[in-house]
C-alpha cells in the first residue's frame, strides 16, 4: 500500500487548478475558474474550480472535490491508480509499505529505451545524412534527444539482455506481441521522444527512412500517453510561451525543431492528430496568442478550418497561417527565410476571418443558389459565436458575399437557463452556514446561542455541519459568489437577526399552543420575552428552551 506520508507529500505538490486544467479547459472568473461541467451535459458554465480553496464545485449536479477526487471521477481510476498517476505527472515518488501488495509500474526503462536509440542514431549514417539534409542541426539532435530505432530483433535483444520487465515494455508501448511472438513497434525509424507537461518521457513519433508505407507513427494509447492531450516539444516551449505569450501550432515534428532551432521557440505540434477539444485546456495554460500554422495541401486547410471554428467558439485570440507551394515551416527555416516566417506569424489571418472564407470557398457565390447555401451554413457557424464577435463579422460576411448585411441574422437574444433564486431568509441561513464552514473554530461559540430548529430552509446542511463539517457537499457553499464573506462583527449582526426572528416565532406559537399546561407556558413566554429584550439590545443569548 502506498504510505500516508507519501500521500501527504503528493498532495502538497498538487494545485485543483493545475491539475483540473489538464482534462478540461477554465476560464477565469474573479478569483475562482470555471467551466462547462465534463460530468453532466450543460451550456452555461456552472462548474468552478476555487485555488484558494483548492476544491471544485458543480453547481448544475453538486460533483465536488479536490484535485485526487476529479482524477479519480474524470479518469475512471481507482484511488491507488490515482495517486500513482498524479505522482508520475508532478514527478513525485510515492512510497510503499508492501510492494508485493501494489507494484509501481516500471517507466524507467521508457528513458533507458530513448538512451539506446540516441546511441544508435550516432553510429547510423544514413539517419544521420536524412537529418543534415533537413538542415537540423547537433545542437538540435541533442536538445530534441533525436534517435533511431533498430529492426525488431535488437530492441527486443537490449529488453533481455538488460534484465528489463518485458510486460512493462509491452504496456509503455515499446513492444507487443503478434503471430510470430514479440516485435518492436518502431523499426528502422528515426525517434522522436515524447514528454508530458512535467517533462517526464511517455512515448515516441517515429519516421521511417526505409520507405515503410507508414511515413510516422506514434507510440499505442497507454496509461501515461494519450496524444490527444499532448503537443510535441510542449516540454521545451512553455516557458517561452509564458513569457512571449504565444504559442505556434505546427503539424509534424521536423516543424517544431527547425523553428526552434531558428528562434521560434514557442512551437509544438500535434502528435498525428488534428488540434481536439482535448488540446484546449494545454493550449489555455498561460492565455497565450494561439497561431495555428498548417500546409496548404487540402488536409491542412480543412485541418485549420476544424481548429478555427473550435477555437473562435473558444474565444481564443491568435489566427491562421497557411503554407502554399508544398513548403512547410521546416522546408522555410533550411531556405532561410526566417524573416518572412516572423512576418507572416506577426500576421495571421484572424480564427473567424479564416473560418468564413473556408466556408464560402466551397461555394460558387455567382450562382444564386449556391451564394444562398454559403449564407446558411456561415450564419450557422456565426450564431455559436459571443455577441459581440456575431455583430462585428456580419459586416464581413455580408461583404464576402456582396449582400445587404440586414440578410445575416444572428442570435442577439440567445436565451439562457435560468438559475433559480435564493429567498432572502435562504442567503442568511446560507451565509451564517459560509462563515462557519471558513472558520470552523467559530462552530463552539455559535452552539451555545443557535440550534438547528432555527434555520426554515437549511436545518438539514446546519445539522451536517454539526456532524461532518468537511462534507463535499459545502463545496458549493463555500464556491457560492453570491453568498458573503462575514467577519466576526457582520457573523454576530446576522445571528441576532436570525434569532429574534426566531424567538418572535417563538412567542407567537407558544401563545396560541392549547395544548400547555398554564404553568409550563408562563414560564416558556417569560423566557421567551426575556431573550427577545436582551436581543433588542444587541445581545446575544443562549439557547434556553
Not at 424567538?503 to 421567551?528: D, G, M, P
Request: charged share 25%; net charge neutral; with cysteine.
Amino acid at each position: 500500500m502506498i504510505t500516508k506520508d507519501s500521500i501527504e507529500n503528493l498532495k502538497n505538490h498538487l494545485d485543483v487548478v493545475d491539475v483540473v486544467s489538464q482534462f478540461i479547459e477554465l476560464k477565469k472568473s474573479g478569483a475562482n475558474f470555471k467551466a462547462c461541467c465534463p460530468f453532466h451535459g450543460e451550456d452555461t458554465p456552472s462548474f468552478v474550480v476555487s485555488p484558494a480553496k483548492q476544491i471544485y464545485h458543480c453547481f448544475g449536479c453538486g460533483v465536488g472535490g479536490d484535485s485526487i477526487k476529479f482524477v479519480m471521477e474524470y479518469e475512471k481510476l481507482s484511488y491507488p491508480e490515482t495517486l500513482e498517476k498524479l505522482a508520475s505527472m508532478h514527478n513525485v515518488t510515492l512510497e510503499y509499505d508492501n510492494n508485493n501488495n501494489q507494484k509501481k509500474q516500471d517507466v524507467k526503462v521508457l528513458e533507458e529505451v530513448n538512451k539506446y536509440y540516441q546511441k544508435l542514431f550516432v553510429n547510423n549514417n544514413t539517419a544521420k545524412e536524412y537529418i543534415k539534409s533537413r538542415g537540423i542541426s547537433e545542437f538540435s539532435i541533442e536538445k530534441f534527444e533525436i534517435g533511431y530505432a533498430p529492426v525488431s530483433g535488437d530492441t527486443i535483444n537490449f529488453l533481455k539482455n538488460n534484465y528489463y520487465n518485458l510486460a512493462d515494455a509491452k504496456e509503455l508501448g515499446i513492444i507487443d506481441t503478434g503471430t510470430n511472438g514479440l516485435y518492436s513497434r518502431f523499426i528502422e525509424r528515426i525517434t522522436f521522444p515524447i514528454y508530458s507537461l512535467s517533462s517526464k518521457i511517455v512515448g515516441f513519433g517515429g519516421r521511417t527512412i526505409t520507405g515503410h508505407n507508414a511515413k510516422y507513427v506514434n507510440s499505442p494509447q497507454t496509461k501515461i500517453f494519450n496524444k490527444s492531450k499532448l503537443l510535441y516539444g510542449y516540454n521545451l516551449a512553455k516557458e517561452n510561451i509564458y513569457k512571449k505569450n504565444r504559442i505556434i501550432v505546427t503539424e509534424g515534428y521536423l516543424d517544431v525543431i527547425m523553428l526552434h532551432q531558428s528562434g521560434f521557440n514557442t512551437a509544438v505540434a500535434t502528435l498525428g492528430t488534428a488540434l481536439t477539444k482535448e488540446h484546449l485546456p494545454l493550449l489555455r495554460r498561460g492565455e497565450p496568442k494561439v497561431i495555428v500554422a498548417y500546409d496548404g495541401d487540402k488536409a491542412g486547410l480543412n485541418a485549420a478550418f476544424k481548429a478555427s471554428v473550435m477555437l473562435s467558439q473558444g474565444e481564443f485570440e491568435g489566427g491562421v497561417v497557411i503554407f502554399g507551394e508544398g513548403k512547410d515551416p521546416a522546408d522555410m527555416v533550411n531556405d532561410g527565410k526566417v524573416e518572412e516566417l516572423n512576418n507572416t506569424f506577426a500576421n495571421p489571418t484572424a480564427f473567424i476571418s479564416y473560418a468564413i472564407d473556408y466556408i464560402i470557398a466551397k461555394y460558387d457565390i455567382n450562382n444564386p443558389s449556391q451564394k444562398q447555401k454559403a449564407l446558411i451554413e456561415a450564419n450557422d457557424y456565426l450564431k455559436s459565436l459571443g455577441m459581440i464577435y456575431q455583430d462585428e463579422y456580419k459586416r464581413y460576411l455580408a461583404q464576402r458575399l456582396n449582400i445587404r448585411e440586414n440578410l445575416v441574422k444572428v442570435s442577439t437574444d440567445i436565451v439562457r437557463p435560468t438559475q433559480v433564486n435564493l429567498t432572502k431568509i435562504d442567503i442568511a441561513e446560507l451565509c451564517i452556514i459560509k462563515a462557519i464552514l471558513e472558520k470552523p473554530q467559530r462552530l463552539d461559540s455559535v452552539l451555545d446561542i443557535i440550534d438547528a430548529s432555527m434555520f426554515e430552509h437549511h436545518k438539514n446542511e446546519f445539522e451536517l455541519l454539526l456532524t461532518d463539517i468537511n462534507h463535499q457537499s459545502f463545496n458549493g457553499i463555500l464556491l457560492n459568489d453570491r453568498l458573503e464573506v462575514y467577519d466576526d462583527e457582520r457573523l454576530n449582526q446576522e445571528l441576532l437577526v436570525l434569532l429574534l426572528k426566531f424567538y418572535t416565532n417563538k412567542l407567537r406559537s407558544v401563545q396560541y399552543n392549547q395544548n400547555l399546561e398554564f404553568r409550563e407556558k408562563a414560564n416558556l413566554l417569560r423566557k421567551v420575552k426575556d431573550n427577545i429584550y436582551q436581543l433588542k439590545l444587541g445581545k446575544l443569548v443562549s439557547y434556553n428552551l
